[in-house]
């Protein structure tokens, strides 16, 4: 099953990347080197037992950011100003909580939509995790608001 799953979602994701703008037949927007990672690599370079996040970015474009991120670790209520998030869950489980909704059950293959200024926050089933995010707009750093900070 998982070797049917992460070729669909991958496909997807190029789908989305194209559809988002990085790849744009019109010659005044700079030109889009079209990049790719390939999932089972970069999670074979984690040793076994090792609950190091890896993140890796597929693409940036100025319209839309996608990366890869693997943890082993909660992530902390927050929401984002500026982007709306689609992620999408290749391995591990756990609990999605919107604020003021009920714990979303996470399983490989679940898809989210996250719109920008919700908050949302995710506690893990145990063991890693790997979800692709996909932003848009394009992702700045700046725009993880951690929910006490705010306060």
């Known amino acids: 099953m998982k070797n049917i799953i992460i070729p669909a979602i991958l ?16 010659s005044a927007l700079p030109a889009y080197d079209p990049e790719a990672v390939v999932v089972s690599e970069a999670l074979a370079n984690i040793p076994e037992g090792s609950t190091k996040m890896i993140k890796e970015e ?14 082993t670790t909660d992530l902390p209520n927050h929401f984002h100003r500026k982007s709306n998030e689609i992620a ?10 919107f604020e003021g909704r009920a714990p979303i059950q996470i399983r490989p293959g679940t898809v989210l ?23 848009a707009p394009h992702f700045e750093s700046n725009d993880r608001i951690k929910v006490e900070d705010e306060k």
């Open 88 to 97: 999408i869950f290749l391995e591990g489980t756990g609990e999605f909580i």
């Open 58 to 71: 597929v693409a940036d474009c100025g319209e839309v950011t996608v990366d890869i991120v693997s943890a």
């Open 11 to 26: 496909f997807t994701l190029s789908l989305t990347v194209f559809a988002a703008g990085c790849v744009s037949p019109e």
């Open 113 to 135: 939509f996250i719109p920008k200024n919700q908050q949302h926050s995710f506690k893990n089933g145990g063991g890693r995790y790997t979800v692709i995010r996909i932003f």
